[in-house]
């Protein structure tokens, strides 16, 4: 079982930024692919941004594209999402997730962590 760990969430302003961090517990989540999801309250989880294992793939949903950039760390079982240019509309519980196997941004991903809050004031 591979236990996913987010930080970084917390209350900012409109056009304030936020880095979102998220570790893989398993040395082997350095060969995952690895992804951003968002559950605004009253409203579905929605894919945010995804990252292939080796870093070569991106994708973005269209209300984050130019604002959140996803990347990894050196050590491949951390990725990141850099959130500039926040809205009030981004105010939402953001999960990492993860999966083995060919890549596909929107999964199937088995490995979720509990999420962190991010809230954004206007």
């Known amino acids: 079982q591979v236990r996913m760990v987010e930080s970084g969430g917390g209350l900012v302003q409109a056009g304030g930024s936020l880095r979102l961090s998220c570790v893989a517990s398993?040395?082997?989540?350095?060969?995952?692919?690895m992804g951003w999801f968002r559950r605004a309250p009253g409203k579905e989880r929605e894919f945010v941004a995804a990252i292939s294992w080796n870093s070569i793939s991106t994708r973005y949903t269209d209300s984050v594209k130019g604002r959140f950039t996803i990347s990894r760390g050196n050590a491949r079982n951390t990725v990141y999402l850099q959130m500039n240019s926040l809205k009030p509309e981004d105010t939402a519980v953001y999960y990492c997730?993860?999966?083995?196997?060919?890549?596909?941004?929107?999964?199937?991903?088995?490995?979720w962590g509990q999420g962190t809050q991010v809230t954004v004031s206007s």
């Open positions: 997730a993860a999966y083995s196997g060919s890549y596909a941004p929107t999964g199937p991903y088995n490995y």
């Open positions: 398993d040395r082997t989540s350095s060969t995952y692919n």
